[in-house]
C-alpha cells in the first residue's frame, strides 16, 4: 500500500491501481480529492470535509462514491443517490479494494460550553488509522497511526499519551497545517522520544509505502 500525504488532514491510500483519499476539506490542496475512487470523511468541520470538493469528484467520475457520518452523508446522499454511505461505529465495509473498519462517536472536546458533533475514524485493511478529529482507541493492532499533532482541541502530552495506548509501529503525523515551522522541531523530539513508536513528518505531496 503506498500512503501519500495530502496538506493538513488529507491522506491518499493506493493500492492495485485503485486510490482511497480520507477528509479532503479546505486547507487540503484543491485536488486532493481528484481521481479517487472512494471517498472517506470523519466529520462535518470544513478542514477535513469539503462539500465542494466532494461533489466535483463525485460529479466526475459516475463510479466514485463516498462512506461518511449521518451529518456529511445528509449534505450529497440526495445529489448523488446509492453514492454516499452513512457509516458508524462497528461498522465494516469495502470501499475500492480496502477493507475499512469504523471506530468512535464523538470529536473530542474543543471546549465544556461547546456541544460535541459526531467524528468517526477509519481502520484500513487493519493497518492504517485516521481517527479524524479525536483521539479513538481502536482497541485492535495498528501498524499505522496518523496522529492528529496540532489541533484546538489537543495539546502535546495528550498526543504523546496517545501514541502510546494506540502501541502503533510507526505514527505519521497529521492535523499540521496550524503547526509552525518553528514549532515542528520541538513536536518531532517529543512524539519520538517518549511516544514509543516510530515517529515520520511527510511534507505534503510526499510518499511512503507501507
Not at 486510490?19 to 466529520?43: N, Q, R, W
Amino acid at each position: 500500500m503506498k500512503l501519500t500525504k495530502k496538506s493538513h488532514a488529507c491522506i491518499r491510500l493506493e493500492k492495485a491501481g485503485r486510490t482511497l483519499v480520507i477528509d479532503p476539506g479546505v486547507f487540503s490542496e484543491p485536488d486532493a480529492a481528484a481521481g479517487a475512487d472512494a471517498l472517506l470523511v470523519t466529520h462535518e468541520h470544513p478542514d477535513h470535509f469539503d462539500e465542494g470538493r466532494l461533489r466535483v469528484a463525485l460529479d466526475a467520475d459516475p463510479a466514485v462514491e463516498v462512506w461518511t457520518l449521518r451529518s456529511v452523508a445528509g449534505q450529497l446522499s440526495a445529489a448523488f443517490p446509492g453514492r454516499v454511505h452513512t457509516v458508524g461505529d462497528g461498522d465494516v465495509f469495502t470501499a475500492a479494494g480496502f477493507d475499512v473498519r469504523v471506530h468512535g462517536e464523538l470529536h473530542a472536546v474543543i471546549h465544556p460550553d461547546l456541544p460535541r458533533i459526531t467524528n468517526v475514524g477509519f481502520l484500513v485493511d487493519g493497518a492504517v488509522f485516521h481517527p479524524g478529529d479525536a483521539l479513538t482507541v481502536p482497541g485492535e493492532p495498528v501498524e499505522t497511526l496518523m496522529l492528529p499533532v496540532m489541533a484546538p482541541w489537543n495539546k502535546v502530552a495528550e498526543v504523546i499519551d496517545y501514541v502510546r495506548e494506540v502501541g502503533p509501529r510507526r505514527a505519521i503525523d497529521i492535523h499540521d497545517a496550524l503547526l509552525t515551522d518553528l514549532a515542528r522541531p520541538v513536536y518531532d523530539t517529543h512524539i519520538r522520544n517518549l511516544g514509543g513508536a516510530e515517529h515520520r513528518r511527510l511534507a505534503s505531496g510526499e510518499s511512503t509505502e507501507l
